[in-house]
């Protein structure tokens, strides 16, 4: 495939030459909390001491504590409480996952990419686990290679943002084009981290072989065919509304049966990958991107404007539907919304329809802002309104 870019593809090939890559260090407070946990001498309290000694982390654990994968009662209010519900490994997945997701969620050029990345990245060590735990494999260790797999992609948009900031030529391109180039650096880059950061072998053979034709030479190869097949799974739940097993039946390396087990995991996916959503997000809207708009044409009939609510925490925008389709729909209202962040959605018809979303695009129209969003992993009755509401709004 030829180049967008010969110049950006010919400056990140002597940033890899020259070692001047930039790795973000390994989080440091997912190694005190592994180091804790893998010593074995520790009560409830120390964990519960460490995860609160970094806010960020304390905040993500609280958070999924109380998400419908954790939940079995009443909502918790404390650290402790959370910790000893989620359970000490489960601690030590979500604090590599809270780490990583500072250097993920970071303001940029490529923001609206890298915020994809990171929600693909948060899905696809969520749907490993439970794969994993089918296969009679260590579910921690698929958490570890389904979320570090693709990483690579987040150290490559690094080195174009380190590569554009000293460039004034570049014009803008789609969230498509910057994927082609990421994707063409992230297994190489991924290796270069994975040496970096001196991970097991098993974590560095799912970020190096997850697109080899075979992982039979890898130290478990059947991590990195879960892997693969989460990778190919998330493909399809990044373009539509929601996944049965009728629709993963075609995944290679899945059974009939996992099938079933995938879209059960789909179910409790939105809330768990929402949970590291944060107002880091935010300290981009508005900023300068290289990501350009491709804004979809409205036609046809269209629905009933029914008010829409977007929340994330405390945050909460409302909106009027324009239009609706099966795959997504457009909103107006007066606020900017971070690209490719997963927020809780409301649609205020009869019955109200809840679910999640992740604004797809926005752009100023109109005195304020028109978004695509985009519904993620809708399930049961939610889904089932969504699609007749868009069968009966018709194209947008």
Same mark, same amino acid.
């Given at each position: 495939?030829?180049?967008?870019?010969?110049?950006?593809?010919?400056?990140?090939?002597?940033?890899?030459?020259?070692?001047?890559?930039?790795?973000?260090?390994?989080?440091?407070?997912?190694?005190?909390?592994?180091?804790?946990?893998?010593?074995?001498?520790?009560?409830?309290?120390?964990?519960?001491?460490?995860?609160?000694?970094?806010?960020?982390?304390?905040?993500?654990?609280?958070?999924?504590?109380?998400?419908?994968?954790?939940?079995?009662?009443?909502?918790?209010?404390?650290?402790?409480?959370?910790?000893?519900?989620?359970?000490?490994?489960?601690?030590?997945?979500?604090?590599?996952?809270?780490?990583?997701?500072?250097?993920?969620?970071?303001?940029?050029?490529?923001?609206?990419?890298? $915020?994809?990345?990171? @929600?693909?990245?948060?899905?696809?060590? /969520?749907? =490993?686990? #439970? *794969? +994993?735990?089918?296969?009679? !494999? &260590?579910?921690?260790?698929?958490?570890?290679?389904?979320?570090?797999?693709?990483?690579?992609?987040?150290?490559?948009?690094?080195?174009?943002?380190?590569?554009?900031?000293?460039?004034?030529?570049?014009?803008?391109?789609?969230?498509?084009?910057?994927?082609?180039?990421?994707?063409?650096?992230?297994?190489?880059?991924?290796?270069?981290?994975?040496?970096?950061?001196?991970?097991?072998?098993?974590?560095?053979?799912?970020?190096?072989?997850?697109?080899?034709?075979?992982?039979?030479?890898?130290?478990?190869?059947?991590?990195?065919?879960?892997?693969?097949?989460?990778? $190919?799974?998330?493909? @399809?739940?990044?373009?539509?509304?929601? /996944?049965? =097993?009728? #629709? *993963? +039946?075609?995944?290679?390396? !899945? &059974?009939?049966?996992?099938?079933?087990?995938?879209?059960?995991?789909?179910?409790?996916?939105?809330?768990?990958?929402?949970?590291?959503?944060?107002?880091?997000?935010?300290?981009?809207?508005?900023?300068?991107?290289?990501?350009?708009?491709?804004?979809?044409?409205?036609?046809?009939?269209?629905?009933?404007?029914?008010?829409?609510?977007?929340?994330?925490?405390?945050?909460?925008?409302?909106?009027?539907?324009?239009?609706?389709?099966?795959?997504?729909?457009?909103?107006?209202?007066?606020?900017?919304?971070?690209?490719?962040?997963?927020?809780?959605?409301?649609?205020?018809?009869?019955?109200? @329809?809840?679910?999640?979303?992740?604004?797809?695009?926005?752009?100023?129209?109109?005195?304020?802002?028109? !978004?695509?969003?985009?519904?993620?992993?809708?399930?049961?009755?939610?889904?089932?309104?969504?699609?007749?509401?868009?069968?009966?709004?018709?194209?947008?």
């Amino acid at each position: 495939m030829a180049s967008l870019d010969p110049d950006l593809d010919q400056a990140i090939v002597e940033l890899v030459r020259e070692g001047a890559v930039k790795v973000p260090p390994y989080p440091a407070v997912a190694f005190k909390v592994e180091a804790l946990v893998r010593g074995g001498s520790y009560g409830l309290d120390d964990l519960a001491k460490l995860v609160a000694s970094d806010q960020v982390l304390a905040a993500d654990v609280l958070r999924c504590a109380n998400t419908a994968l954790y939940s079995r009662g009443a909502p918790l209010a404390s650290v402790k409480q959370a910790v000893g519900r989620i359970g000490a490994k489960d601690v030590a997945r979500l604090a590599l996952a809270s780490g990583l997701g500072a250097h993920a969620l970071a303001g940029g050029k490529l923001a609206p990419i890298r $915020r994809r990345t990171w @929600l693909d990245a948060l899905a696809s060590a /969520l749907l =490993a686990q #439970d *794969l +994993a735990k089918g296969r009679k !494999l &260590a579910p921690d260790v698929a958490f570890s290679a389904g979320l570090l797999h693709d990483f690579g992609k987040v150290v490559a948009i690094a080195c174009i943002e380190e590569v554009l900031a000293r460039r004034e030529d570049v014009a803008p391109k789609t969230e498509d084009e910057w994927n082609r180039l990421t994707d063409r650096y992230h297994v190489e880059l991924g290796v270069v981290m994975a040496a970096r950061w001196d991970l097991p072998p098993v974590i560095a053979d799912a970020i190096a072989l997850h697109h080899a034709e075979s992982g039979a030479a890898a130290a478990d190869p059947g991590i990195v065919e879960v892997v693969t097949v989460v990778d $190919r799974v998330v493909d @399809l739940l990044r373009e539509r509304t929601s /996944l049965s =097993a009728e #629709d *993963l +039946a075609g995944v290679p390396w !899945l &059974a009939q049966g996992e099938a079933a087990i995938v879209a059960r995991a789909v179910e409790s996916l939105p809330a768990f990958v929402a949970s590291f959503e944060s107002a880091e997000a935010w300290k981009g809207v508005g900023g300068p991107t290289l990501v350009s708009a491709q804004r979809p044409a409205s036609e046809g009939p269209r629905p009933p404007p029914f008010p829409v609510v977007l929340k994330l925490g405390a945050r909460e925008y409302s909106y009027q539907l324009l239009g609706m389709a099966l795959t997504h729909c457009m909103v107006t209202g007066k606020n900017a919304v971070p690209e490719n962040i997963l927020m809780e959605m409301k649609v205020a018809c009869d019955p109200p @329809l809840r679910g999640y979303a992740s604004v797809k695009l926005g752009w100023p129209e109109g005195g304020g802002f028109t !978004l695509l969003v985009q519904p993620y992993g809708l399930n049961g009755p939610a889904l089932a309104r969504w699609k007749d509401l868009a069968a009966h709004a018709g194209p947008t």
